[in-house]
């Protein structure tokens, strides 16, 4: 039905390493038409200092492909990421006016190098089939920081993907 997150990621950004300790997100968001033609992409990280950047062709064309749902075409679609640490689970919201197409929670553990322990797969909702799995985040690299305890660093990944529509001008 959409493209895989993983998949938009490696070809909208560089695959940079991914902080462990603190909170942090990434979206992609699409603007279509009402025929489902693709208008704009845009790629967001809150630990990027260089702010919001266009998607290039290929990530937009992906992305826009699978714009469209049972319940009709949305106007906007974003795909997202959150990273909760220290076992702290994000909560979810969504902004006023999005519906919620799809969302997945993945509980992860670090180990002292940054590696992805275990994870495993706590809460799946809505008509979204996400392809982004723990397979595709073990590959992905987490900093590791130094810590006065060998035990397990525990954190959420909850990837969610929800539609607005809105007037565009």
């Known amino acids: 039905m959409l493209a895989l997150f993983a998949a938009v990621m490696a070809a909208s950004t560089p695959s940079p390493v991914l902080e462990a300790?603190?909170?942090w997100w990434e979206r992609i968001t699409v603007i279509v038409d009402d025929k489902g033609?693709?208008?704009?992409?845009?790629?967001?990280?809150?630990l990027s200092p260089s702010g919001a950047q266009t998607c290039d062709e290929?990530?937009?064309?992906?992305?826009?492909?699978?714009?469209?749902?049972e319940n009709g075409l949305f106007s906007k679609v974003?795909?997202?990421?959150?990273?909760s640490p220290h076992g702290k689970l994000d909560s979810g919201r969504?902004?006023?006016?999005?519906?919620?197409?799809?969302?997945?929670?993945?509980?992860?553990?670090?180990?002292?190098k940054g590696a992805i322990q275990s994870c495993d797969v706590v809460?799946?909702?809505?008509?979204?089939?996400?392809?982004?799995?723990?397979?595709?985040?073990?590959?992905?690299?987490?900093?590791a920081?130094?810590?006065?305890?060998?035990e397990p660093r525990q954190a959420f990944m909850t990837v969610l993907a929800y539609g607005h529509t809105e007037r565009i001008a």
């Not at 290929?58 to 749902?69: D, E, L, M, R």
């Not at 920081?145 to 060998?150: G, R």
């Open 21 to 23: 300790t603190v909170p």
């Open 37 to 46: 033609k693709q208008q704009s992409c845009q790629y967001e990280m809150s």
């Open 58 to 69: 290929a990530t937009a064309a992906s992305v826009g492909a699978g714009s469209k749902s």
């Open 78 to 83: 974003t795909f997202e990421r959150r990273f």
């Open 94 to 112: 969504l902004q006023p006016g999005d519906q919620l197409l799809g969302r997945k929670v993945m509980a992860l553990t670090f180990d002292e």
């Open 123 to 143: 809460a799946a909702t809505g008509e979204m089939a996400f392809q982004y799995n723990c397979d595709a985040a073990r590959k992905e690299q987490f900093r």
């Open 145 to 150: 920081q130094a810590s006065a305890t060998s």
